[in-house]
């Protein structure tokens, strides 16, 4: 079973940017679909962005696309989301998801059996 961490948040003013990471361990991560979910206060978890296990394929939120970035480095067995133009409404803990086996992508919750901790991520007005 894989273990997943992310790390990179914090505090950026709207328009900044951040990248966050998330190290994988027990599995190398390229034998996952992997995907980034958020959670704001009081909201459910959302859709940020998903990665195919091939890596070649890519799907983001409307709210995030043009600005987000998913990319894995399979050397560092390690998925990141790279984010540009930062906006307040962005704000939420962020949490990297591996997919069950066999799920080629998926944008939906129920599809990823391996979540990380999280990393709040405060985008300042």
Known sequence: QVQLGESGGGLVQA????????????????S???????????????????????GTGTYYADSVKGRFTI???????????????????????????????GVAMSINVGSYDVWGQGTQVTVSS
């Not at 998330?22 to 190398?28: L, M």
């Not at 996952?32 to 091939?54: D, N």
């Not at 480095?73 to 591996?98: F, G, I, R």
């Open 15 to 30: 328009g900044g940017s951040l990248r966050l990471s998330c190290a994988a361990s027990g599995r190398t991560v390229s």
């Open 32 to 54: 996952y679909a992997m995907g980034w979910f958020r959670q704001a206060p009081g909201k459910e978890r959302e859709f940020v962005a998903a990665l195919t296990k091939s």
């Open 71 to 101: 990319a894995r480095d399979n050397a560092k067995n390690t998925v990141y989301l790279q984010m540009n133009s930062l906006k307040p409404e962005d704000t939420a803990v962020y949490h990297c998801a591996a997919a069950r086996l």
